[in-house]
């Protein structure tokens, strides 16, 4: 029985690895970079301990590089969530909410994560988490796991996945068990 343990981590470990010890990791981060401007829909599942159902929200993004990242849910409420500079703002109705993220840390696993995964930014990435890289098929996921200790205690993992250049979905672990996922359906661009 533990052989069969210790050839399922080998194995395991062969077919995933630290960001900076996978090799297609940089070129894929490369790749994603010389596309500067993205536009999609997006449809999110939110799921929590705490509700008896899942919550559905369905949106647009935007992104411009290098660090201009929007978020525009526009059901079941109509609210707008604005990465730019460092700043996070949120716009409910008549009413604006703006947040430095270096005032805040640990809104940095929810805020950043795709925010650098879209500019390519692998420096940005290794800064704030652990990353690991998988490969298979075409297919991509990146897993963050946040370095600071508050985030850490906010959220326990970040995965993006995709295709090529094209981000197809966002999940995001929290360490209270909430959880969101999020389908991402990329337009076409020049």
Known sequence: MRAVVLLGAVLLAANSATA????????????????PHRRGSFVEQRTSPLLDHPVTARGELRFDAPDRLEKTTLSPRHETLLLEHGVATIVRGDRHFALSLSDH?????????IRATLAGDSAALAANFTPEFTEQDGDWTLTL????????????????????????RVTVERANGDRSQMDVQEEAGP
């Open 105 to 113: 840390p640990e809104l940095v696993p929810l805020l950043d994560s």
């Open 145 to 168: 796991t946040p370095r600071d200790k508050r985030a850490a205690a906010l959220v326990k993992s970040v995965r993006i996945g995709g295709t090529g250049a094209t981000l197809k």
């Open 20 to 35: 900076t010890d996978a090799p297609g990791y940089e070129a894929l981060m490369a790749e994603i970079a010389q596309h």
